[in-house]
């Protein structure tokens, strides 16, 4: 998650069905195919992404699946991520921290050394075991497949993947040296070719990353500095939002090695551009953020419930306006009350104090 998988850590529920419901929804795809094909789960197991299921509900499938079917290198791979990313997702560390390490060790006899930072590969895994108190585990992980995997075209997505999910955990919790470690990996691997084709995403994605470095250690002369070069990088890109459309295909199926080491389409960058306005936004850069998430809307971009809540924030600190703020919230179809008290409660203050009967 990919939630939007990278620069956001909040305990949030992950279905607005109880996990009853979901439990049984789960109960009724089994009764419907008491042994299912490979080819079957896995249709089973996007159809409960795309309905928001439970983790649970997912963690269930998956486990029989693994117990029951003979499954290639490439299967129980997706299996171990996806359980991995399931308990991480449910904030579970001590039931991730079991999964993982047998996703590391079984990397160790199964995997070509190209494939490693598949096991470090997500911000969400890195976040939650660092938070339940696997800090060294994980730093154990992450320095393996870098000693071991080879710095090549064929894995450089996957290990441009595994820097930055290292790079924003161990920034969120203020391990700076080893932070540090990840973003010039990051900006190495940038150097390996000027052409590739996730170049823009990756680049963007570390500039932000490197702002979040900077106001986080307090180099306020960095942060400007990297701040004005990131402005002027975006503006570029999203002057040619033109090309930035892709055909519409299939993705891969999550937590996949395909889907991991993919090129990204093109439009991610918009992805990266969200990410990059949070950033402004946390740095305190409130006009710069609000700029970004307006170039944003103009192109007709979405912005979930986190991003949103940004905005609103953005646009607080800009001009202290309580009407605006009611005729956006009243706009928005994803940003909640339940929502706004999660991502930004001091609006919801600012709100209740306007119209009490309403917050």
């Known amino acids: 998650m990919q939630w939007p998988r990278g620069l956001v850590f909040v305990s949030m529920p992950h279905s607005v ?22 080819d079957e789960a896995k249709n089973t197991f996007r159809r409960l992404l795309n309905e928001r299921a439970h983790s649970q509900c997912i963690i269930d499938l998956l486990v029989d699946l693994r117990a029951r079917a003979n499954l290639s290198v490439d299967d129980t791979g997706w299996i171990l991520w996806n359980l991995c990313d399931r308990y991480a997702l449910l904030r579970d560390a001590k039931s991730q921290y079991k999964c993982h390490s047998e996703f590391h060790e079984w990397s160790k006899d199964n995997l070509f050394p190209l494939r490693l930072h598949w096991i470090v590969s997500d911000a969400t895994q890195a976040l939650t075991l660092i938070d339940g108190g696997f800090l060294e585990f994980w730093r154990d992980c992450y320095e393996f497949a870098n000693s071991q995997s080879p710095l090549v075209a064929q894995n450089r997505t996957v290990r441009f993947e595994s820097h930055r999910a290292n790079a924003c955990a161990c920034i969120r919790f203020r391990q700076f040296a080893r932070a540090e470690t990840a973003l010039n990996a990051m900006e190495t691997l940038l150097a390996e070719d000027p052409s590739w084709h996730n170049g823009e995403f ?37 002057s040619r939002s033109g090309d930035l459309e892709d055909t519409a295909s299939e993705p891969s199926l999550l937590g996949s090695w395909e889907q991991l080491n993919a090129d990204r389409p093109r439009a991610a960058v918009y992805i990266a551009a969200t990410n990059a306005a949070c950033a402004f936004k946390a740095a305190e850069q409130f006009l710069v953020a609000e700029r970004l998430f307006r170039l944003l809307e103009g192109k007709g ?48 203050d600012v709100l209740k104090a306007k119209n009490p009967d309403c917050y």
């Open 17 to 38: 069905k109880p996990l009853r419901t979901e439990l049984m929804r789960a109960r009724r795809y089994k009764e419907m195919a008491l042994h299912p094909t490979l």
């Open 202 to 238: 990756a680049a963007i994605t570390h500039m932000t990353l490197f702002l979040e470095f900077c106001k986080a250690t307090d180099r306020t002369e960095d942060m400007a500095r990297i701040g004005q070069e990131l402005q002027e990088r975006l503006d570029h890109c999203l």
């Open 301 to 348: 971009r979405t912005l979930n419930a986190y991003g949103q809540a940004r905005y609103l924030l953005s646009c607080w600190q800009n001009r202290r306006d309580k009407n605006e703020l009611i005729q956006r919230l009243g706009a928005s179809q994803v940003l909640t009350r339940s929502r706004l008290k999660q991502f930004a409660p001091e609006l919801g």
